[in-house]
């Protein structure tokens, strides 16, 4: 068996997140009564947002948000793991991310007050703007 480097993990757990997250907003939506063969053509989401209840409203951001800066997240870890990067600090960044992400996702999707969401964001984008720096250091210098 080939041996993988463990900052694939925490990228590993938020993308099985995201899959989890589209799940509860399929399930919020599907408890809502929302029938999907009702809906008129080309019917996306945000056409139904003043209608939604906040809380699927905030479920289905979040999703969006997890397809968002992440991605820059899952090349961050793919350029390290390729390198060999195995550092604690960048284990630990990554872990962090990850994490706050999570985080963020449960405090938006059930409470959705800003200055808590806005401080998990800024953990976790501390913690990849970190791992954009040992990126850049591990691969440019």
Known sequence: MQEF?????????LATWSVVMFFIYVTRVMGSGAKLGELPPGFRGPDGEAD???????TRHNYEHLMEQP???YALVI???MIGDTSAA?????????????????WQMQVNTIPVRFLL????????????????????L
């Open 5 to 13: 480097n463990p900052i694939l993990g925490p990228a590993a757990v």
């Open 52 to 58: 939604a209840p906040d809380k699927m409203k905030w």
């Open 71 to 73: 991605t820059a997240f």
């Open 79 to 81: 350029i390290l793991a």
């Open 90 to 106: 960048s284990l630990y960044a990554a872990w962090t991310y990850a994490i706050a992400r999570i985080l963020h996702s449960f």
């Open 121 to 140: 964001f800024m953990i976790a984008t501390l913690a990849l703007a970190m791992l954009g720096v040992h990126a850049v250091m591990f691969t440019l």
